[in-house]
Nanobody, 115 residues
């Protein structure tokens, strides 16, 4: 059974940091590129960051460049999103997605940035 389980979300003040994790199971994690998306209330889901299967290539949305870092540990079947200098507009549900011929989604973790 394929599973992507996100964790690490929560409430943080503007300027703070969080690290999201997404643990995968049920498929060959190292074969898949991994992505983090987010969806804010009333908005479409948007791509935040992506990392290639081997981890050598990363891409970021302009809105998070220089603040967020995506990484992966294929030995632990885990992808991370380190988020720093958080802004109120980063508030959203964050989802991880595995892409490699077929697509798998996690259930999401809420990130709220508020003072």
């Amino acid at each position: 059974q394929v599973q992507l389980v996100e964790s690490g979300g929560g409430l943080v003040q503007p300027g703070g940091s969080l690290r999201l994790s997404c643990v995968a199971s049920g498929f060959t994690f190292s074969w898949y590129s991994m992505n983090w998306y987010r969806q804010a209330p009333g908005k479409e889901r948007e791509l935040v960051a992506a990392i290639s299967s081997g981890g050598g290539i990363t891409n970021y949305a302009d809105s998070v460049k220089g603040r967020f870092t995506i990484s992966r540990d294929n030995a632990k079947n885990t992808v991370y999103l380190q988020m720093s200098s958080l802004k109120v507009e980063d508030t959203a549900v964050y989802y991880c997605k595995a892409a490699g011929g077929v697509v798998y989604w996690g259930q999401g973790t809420q990130v709220t940035v508020s003072s």
